[in-house]
């Protein structure tokens, strides 16, 4: 099926750096929805966005809507140890959801 | 507000036996949804619902069940289990895949089938 793009794939980084990852997509959406998914659980909704240009933040976390509307970015300031996951993004078509790939973050103490 | 809630949270099955997972959601949501997941694959759907009496097929339909009898329930039938389908299951409900949205999912079951 139909996936989005997400990158990086993977990052190790120290306790207290910010993150930054982004999703695309050759198509356009109206909606990008970002997930964390903590190991053994399901994914749990961070951030919605429904607007070309919007910046919303939930905590430490930012995420925009590409003025494209083909790309979301997520970012993770002042990361800390439970933070660690993998976090995807997703967009909605005809009655079905599209995912990224997923980042898989790992944060050293 | 429970959330999408699913039971049960883990199962093993022997080759050939069936079992019923069942998702509920407390949210008047219209759209339901089954993934299941394996490592390295992502969420793959397998069967979703649009609305009460309504289901569809997904990417990998094939070996599974479903129906929608009450608008708060979407159980996912296993009639014959196989080895192949062992693996995390998800459910997940919607208002809808236009204005509002969000996707939320229950907690999943993790079944293993020997």
């Known amino acids: 099926g139909q996936q989005l793009n997400q990158s990086p794939q993977s990052m190790f980084i120290q306790e207290g750096e910010d993150v930054s990852m982004n999703c695309t997509s050759s198509s356009i959406f109206n909606t990008w929805l970002w997930y964390k998914q903590d190991p053994g659980e399901g994914p749990v909704l961070l951030i919605a966005?429904?607007?070309?240009?919007e910046l919303t933040s939930n905590g430490r976390l930012t995420a925009q809507f590409g003025i494209t509307r083909k790309d979301s970015f997520l970012n993770i300031s002042a990361s800390i140890p439970s933070d660690v996951g993998i976090y995807f993004c997703?967009?909605?078509?005809?009655?079905?959801?599209?995912f990224g790939t997923g980042t898989r973050l790992k944060v050293l103490a | 507000n429970a959330g999408v809630t699913q039971t049960p949270k883990f199962r093993v099955l022997k080759t050939g036996q069936s079992m019923t997972l069942l998702c509920a959601q407390d949210?008047?949501?219209?759209?339901m949804y089954w993934y299941r997941q394996d490592p390295g694959m992502g969420l793959r759907l397998i069967h979703y619902s649009v609305g009460e009496g309504t289901t569809a097929k997904g990417e990998v339909p094939d070996g599974y069940n479903v129906s929608r009898l009450k608008k708060q329930n979407f159980l996912l039938g296993l009639e014959s289990a196989a080895p192949s389908q062992t693996s995390v299951y998800f459910c997940?409900?919607?208002?809808?895949?236009?204005?509002?949205?969000?996707?939320?999912f229950g907690p999943g079951t993790r079944l293993t089938v020997l």
């Open positions: 997940a409900s919607s208002y809808s895949t236009y204005a509002r949205n969000e996707q939320f």
């Open positions: 997703s967009t909605s078509g005809t009655y079905k959801y599209i």
């Open positions: 949210m008047n949501h219209e759209y």
């Open positions: 966005l429904y607007k070309a240009g």
